[in-house]
């Protein structure tokens, strides 16, 4: 696979505390996620729908080989940084594909993080009990 680097694309994808590093290669439309096949990796169905949804969107399902890297977050928010690895990817190797991607909205990175839990308070937004006397 050393030989093999002048046909693939990389690129990163990033969503929560997640982030998934994305080859594509020209292939049979194999998706490998952290050494296993997309199912086992993500045992929802709307997980593998999020995953597939730039290659479904731009017409190349067939056409390309998936292979993933995730670390960080839960599995939600790894399958929404390989959308985002994956649509930057396709973006690299054909710049047509630009505008059907940033309409669908899978070129914008997903900036909503977990808001930290704040001093004198029960979590980020709750408040203890108030008593008036």
Same mark, same amino acid.
């Given at each position: ?7 693939? *694309?990389?690129? *990163? ?10 080859? !594509? ?29 730039? !290659? ?5 399902? $067939?056409? !390309? ?7 960080? $977050? ?60």
């Amino acid at each position: 696979m050393a030989n093999a680097t002048s046909n693939r *694309t990389y690129a *990163t994808g990033r969503r929560k505390t997640s982030s998934a590093r994305v080859w !594509l290669l020209p292939g049979t439309g194999k998706i490998v996620v952290n050494g296993l096949p997309l199912a086992a990796y993500f045992k929802r169905l709307s997980s593998e729908m999020v995953v597939k949804q730039p !290659l479904a969107l731009t017409t190349t399902e $067939g056409k !390309l080989d998936v292979i993933a890297t995730v670390k960080g $977050g839960g599995l939600a928010g790894q399958s929404g940084a390989m959308r985002h690895g994956i649509s930057k990817a396709l973006l690299k190797l054909n710049p047509e594909l630009r505008k059907t991607l940033k309409r669908n909205g899978l070129l914008t990175r997903d900036s909503r993080v977990k808001e930290r839990k704040k001093y004198g308070q029960k979590g980020a937004r709750k408040r203890f009990q108030f008593s008036k006397r």
